[in-house]
């Protein structure tokens, strides 16, 4: 066994070479960098949790089910910037990776994804950058959700940085089709693969159904006007209008 050395032996910062001052630089800036992306989730949790709150007084029910986030582990930081052709750097991080940061938000109905995604970019310190609306033109492997890429400004110690978070918001349904793909894509020597994948399609088109029909049901009972595939239409043209 190699001993370890020992807290006086490590060599001072200025007797290190070149390269391993810029490695460690870079490995303090890239520490520094996802401190900055989990305040930033933090931020923006915390602005839809009090929506969440403040919907739930007002309409005595709860838009959102449940969030979760997350921060991209190195290794998948590094591997979208081998697929993107850039360099693996901190400044690359930043500039070329808008999903580092990441939100999910569960919510019951169709309808309350958009609600929820309006409420969240009207607020005047929510930049929208970019929106990928999976659910009007799911993916062909029959993924639907909303992605949002907004910029909110973070308060430090010593400056205010804007900084991106990607937030997702779908359906129960919906998330418990992708928690399976997702599980489905990443295992090893499947037989019988364009089977299983025509499967889920079938799978995710009949998800899609029952949300929909879900929120018939909803409207029934509240004894306003059914919803039906036209309607849905309507609604994410012109409820969610702003994002266009």
Sequence with gaps: MIPL?????????????????????????????????????????TKLEILNDDLSAKNERNPIEFIS?????????????????????????????????GIRVICSFIDDIYLVANML????????IKVKDYIKAPKENGYRSLHLIVEVPVFFSDKKKPMRVEVQIRTIAMDFWASLEHELKYKKDISQEAEIME??????D???ETDLKMLNIRNKIKRNQTTDFSKMNQLTKSDFSILN
């Design 206 to 208: 009949v998800i899609s």
């Design 121 to 128: 970019i009207q607020q005047d310190d929510i930049t929208l």
């Design 69 to 101: 986030s997350r921060i991209k582990k190195p290794l998948s930081v590094a591997k979208k910037l081998q697929k993107y052709g850039q360099d693996i750097t901190v400044e690359s991080v930043e500039k070329y990776i808008n999903d580092v940061a």
């Design 5 to 45: 050395p020992q807290k006086n032996q490590l060599p001072k910062y200025e007797d290190l070479s070149g390269e391993q001052k810029y490695f460690l630089n870079q490995a303090q800036q890239y520490q520094e960098l996802m401190m900055m992306y989990n305040c930033a989730v933090k931020e923006v949790r």
């Design 199 to 204: 499967e889920l399609k079938g799978c995710a």
